[in-house]
């Protein structure tokens, strides 16, 4: 059996307006996708998932725009649902969208709990659920998890203790899901070289991860960058279909295990 390939595919993407969202949208375009659903949270994030959105259509590619929190389950389904009565069929599903709280353990409020729960185990959860009841046979899902899920490291319990649930979400939609022949895996990347990552970290952490990979030194600023790991978006849909139910870390070296 031939590997999929992304000649005239529909993806959705979860924060799909800017950074690696936007990425993966841009190469899926090139490698042939069809048409486009990105998705964005807030306001904020409006003007720059329209850009994005115009830039990809003068590719050639017919492309939706999807505001909603989804934290909120009723935005997943109607997210897929629309989706699918706009272009007919859906293959693919990336989630790149997540919240990152860093607080030493003593200071978490319930809000930032449920913050970061909501944004990383709960939206996730409903966005693998809703994917995977309307994605097309041998379709493919990708959620961005983290790699420090294999750190050490003090002040982050919530970030990656959220991402967590994903790796058994994970496995368990993989085995779900294989059925129809759609694999789902997630991908932990190292800090990345984004707004993202610098918006909670002091300039001496930012000093320590930036030098803590083991391929830290090849890069033009240490940290993980969107470019190390679209490829590996793309790979995942296409000739790696056959990987599924992993967690795949790519990050230099930063975690391993």
């Given at each position: 059996m031939s590997h999929p390939t992304l000649q005239g595919k529909v993806a959705?993407?979860?924060g799909g307006g800017k950074n690696l969202g936007a990425l993966v949208a841009s190469q899926f375009?090139?490698?042939g996708a069809r048409g486009l659903v990105l998705h964005y949270n807030s306001d904020g994030s409006r003007a720059?998932?329209?850009k994005t959105a115009a830039a990809l259509r003068e590719q050639g590619a017919e492309v939706l725009t999807f505001q909603g929190d989804l934290a909120v389950v009723a935005n997943n389904v109607k997210l897929f649902d629309q989706?699918?009565?706009h272009f007919g069929e859906v293959n693919i599903a990336i989630n790149t969208a997540g919240v990152v709280i860093k607080k030493p353990i003593a200071e978490v409020t319930e809000a930032d709990y449920d913050k970061s729960f909501d944004a990383n185990a709960k939206a996730a959860f409903f966005f693998l659920q809703q994917a995977g009841r309307v994605l097309a046979e041998r379709g493919s899902i990708v959620t961005?998890?983290?790699s420090l899920l294999a750190a050490y490291t003090p002040f982050y319990a919530i970030y990656p203790g959220s991402k967590a649930a994903v790796e058994h979400y994970t496995r368990a939609a993989s085995k779900e899901f294989g059925e129809r022949g759609i694999s789902v895996n997630a991908i932990g990347p190292g800090p990345m070289d984004t707004p993202f990552f610098y918006g909670q970290e002091s300039k001496e952490a930012v000093a320590y991860h930036s030098t803590a990979a083991a391929l830290s030194k090849y890069t033009r600023t240490?940290?993980?960058h969107i470019e190390d790991i679209a490829p590996i978006v793309k790979f995942l849909v296409t000739e790696g279909w056959w990987i599924t139910g992993q967690t795949l870390f790519?990050?230099?070296g930063y975690t391993t295990r």
């Open positions: 959705v993407i979860a375009v090139q490698a720059e998932t329209e989706a699918r009565s961005i998890v983290s240490g940290l993980t790519a990050n230099g």
